[in-house]
């Protein structure tokens, strides 16, 4: 199975801060990568799919990038419902495999 | 718009099975292109892929729970279903459900809420 590392695990940062989190893959997976956020108690959300196309909804401070085995996910200019867990998740092959996840608080 | 809604027992004893309903209201689970999937979260921890199923019946599974898990889907109620048998407490998790639109598309891009099952004598 395809493994998927995160960095940092967790992050503290404040209001209007620039944010990135990396994933990496074990393995090449082109750009078969979703970014998720997850608020306590909530089911996660979709930001971007394919590596870099933003979730229909999804404010343009989000942004994704990368292909092959490292990815990035940045967050310009955060704001207070950011603060959140994120996720990445390869769905280029089976079985699917989540990040442990990116922890961002204040 | 679509939605997804988990269900079932929320207490477990081990060895027994664990059985979950995701009901889809807004849209058929038998439109192409569109997988129906679950996840689980165990408390405090990150997220695991269990599974999914085309409308076909094909039937996807995370190895690591491969030979106690199965999926299952009923168009007639737009519904489908996780059996996870002889559970023990590693198998406490938030449950959800989910849809995975595939092709240059892929991501789970619609959840339902999530059930907590505990598994406990």
């Known amino acids: 199975a395809i493994q998927m590392t995160q960095t940092p695990s967790s992050v503290s940062a404040s209001v209007g801060d620039r944010l990135t989190i990396t994933c990496r893959a074990s393995?090449?997976?082109?750009?078969?990568v979703g970014w998720y956020q997850q608020k306590p108690g909530k089911a996660p959300k979709l930001l971007i799919y394919?590596?870099?196309t933003l979730q229909s909804g999804v404010p343009s401070r989000f942004s994704g990038g990368g292909s092959g085995t490292d990815f990035t996910l940045t967050i310009d200019s955060l704001q207070p419902e950011d603060f959140a867990t994120y996720y990445c998740l390869q769905d280029y092959n089976y079985p699917f495999t989540f990040g442990p996840g990116t922890k961002v608080d204040v | 718009q679509l939605q997804l809604q988990e269900s079932g027992p929320r207490l477990v004893k081990p060895l027994e099975t664990l059985s979950l309903i995701c009901s889809v209201s807004?849209?058929?689970?038998?439109?192409?292109?569109?997988?129906w999937g679950w996840i689980r979260q165990p408390p405090g921890k990150g997220l695991e892929w269990i599974g999914n199923?085309?409308?076909?019946?094909?039937?996807y599974y995370n190895p690591s729970l491969k030979s106690r898990v199965t999926i299952s889907e009923d168009p007639s109620k737009n519904e489908f279903y996780l059996r996870l048998n002889s559970v023990t407490a590693a198998d406490t998790a938030v449950y959800f459900c989910?849809?995975?639109?595939?092709?240059?598309?892929?991501?789970?891009?619609?959840w339902g809420q999530g059930t907590m099952v505990t598994v406990s004598s």
């Open positions: 393995q090449d997976i082109r750009s078969n």
């Open positions: 394919a590596a870099s």
């Open positions: 807004g849209g058929s689970i038998s439109t192409t292109g569109y997988y």
């Open positions: 199923i085309y409308y076909s019946g094909s039937t």
């Open positions: 989910a849809r995975f639109r595939s092709g240059d598309l892929d991501a789970f891009d619609i």
